[in-house]
Nanobody, 115 residues
Framework: QVQLVESGGGLVQPGGSLRLSCAAS????????MGWYRQAPGKQRDLVAV???????YYADSVKGRFTISRDNAKNTVYLQMNNLKAEDTAVYYC?????????WGKGTLVTVSS
């Protein structure tokens, strides 16, 4: 059984920063892809950023240059450093693990960007 636990969400003013963390536990094989998705109210869940075990990354255009994804393979943990946050970044952020052709999801953490 795989479990993902996110932390680090909260309320921040426009232009501010937050760092999200997601720790995976359970039967985690070494080769996998971890990432972050987000879902704003009334909208679909969209990809934000992903990172492979080897460190290759992909970002949505809307966050390039502002967000940085990283991971600690020894801890099975993925991070999302979010800088220069905008109101449109407000959403529930979900951690995702792709492992053996299966998707695993965390429960989500709310990020609110507002003055």
């Amino acid at each position: 059984q795989v479990q993902l636990v996110e932390s680090g969400g909260g309320l921040v003013q426009p232009g501010g920063s937050l760092r999200l963390s997601c720790a995976a536990s359970g039967s985690i094989f070494s080769i996998n892809v971890m990432g972050w998705y987000r879902q704003a109210p009334g909208k679909q869940r969209d990809l934000v950023a992903v990172i492979t075990t080897g460190g290759s990354t992909y970002y949505a255009d809307s966050v390039k240059g502002r967000f940085t994804i990283s991971r600690d393979n020894a801890k099975n943990t993925v991070y999302l450093q979010m800088n220069n946050l905008k109101a449109e970044d407000t959403a529930v952020y979900y951690c995702n693990l792709k492992l053996s052709n299966k998707d695993y999801w965390g429960k989500g953490t709310l990020v609110t960007v507002s003055s």
